[in-house]
């Protein structure tokens, strides 16, 4: 990771980087959330307007559950802006019963972030994090409505695959969309690069 203060600790953060700078993503902090920024999680998640109250009280519940035990289960990573402003946050965790597998719970960045490079700096910390934990691939999940397809087009440029629909998986007609990116060559001793 740049910067390897890991943010996978509570209270750890560091400044943007050059390359970060050069593509014109913010200049924020990326940091491991706190539980004053659990009120901004929500508002990000709700002005998103694509999830449903409970999917909502989920997010928060991963939240609760990271801010509880940072890395347990969950870790985080959030981009905070100028006086403390939530810009954006993903929550990712080690899957369990696997070998290096994890999973992208959730990602989301403010509306006033949206398309400026913050979405793919929170995704390139989460797959250094995994990487670093000998990580060998990611999944994540997402949903076939059309209000998702720009969310879906977003992770294809980040270079993740699409590998399985599981159909009316939400709801009828709203499949369950996986997506998967390899991190270490399969052919190598331990899966790894």
């Known amino acids: 990771m740049p ?4 943010f996978s600790r509570p ?18 902090s990326w940091i491991s959330p706190h539980r004053r920024h659990r009120p901004q999680i929500a508002h990000i998640l709700e002005e ?7 999917e909502v009280d989920v997010a928060l519940e991963v939240f609760d559950a990271y ?38 719970y959730w990602i989301a960045v403010s509306s006033r972030y949206r398309g400026s490079g913050l979405g793919r700096g929170l995704i390139e910390r989460v797959e250094r994090a995994i990487k670093a934990e000998a990580g060998r ?23 993740y695959d699409e590998v399985a629909r599981v159909p009316d998986f939400y709801a009828d007609g709203d499949d369950c969309v996986i997506y998967l990116k390899r991190f270490a060559d ?3 001793p331990l899966g790894r690069e």
Do not use: H, K, M
């Open 3 to 6: 910067d390897v203060r890991e």
């Open 11 to 28: 209270g750890a953060g560091s400044r943007e980087t050059t390359s970060d700078r050069q593509r014109g993503t913010p200049a924020v």
């Open 48 to 54: 998103a307007g694509a999830f449903r109250p409970n």
């Open 67 to 104: 801010c509880d035990a940072p890395g347990v289960d969950y870790s985080a990573v959030a981009a905070i802006a100028p006086e403390d402003e939530l810009a954006g946050f993903a929550f990712y965790g080690a899957t369990p019963c696997t070998v290096g597998c994890w999973d992208l």
């Open 137 to 159: 691939l990611c999944l994540i999940e997402t949903s076939s409505r059309s209000d998702y397809e720009a969310t879906r087009r977003f992770y294809s440029a980040c270079g």
């Open 186 to 188: 399969p052919q190598s």
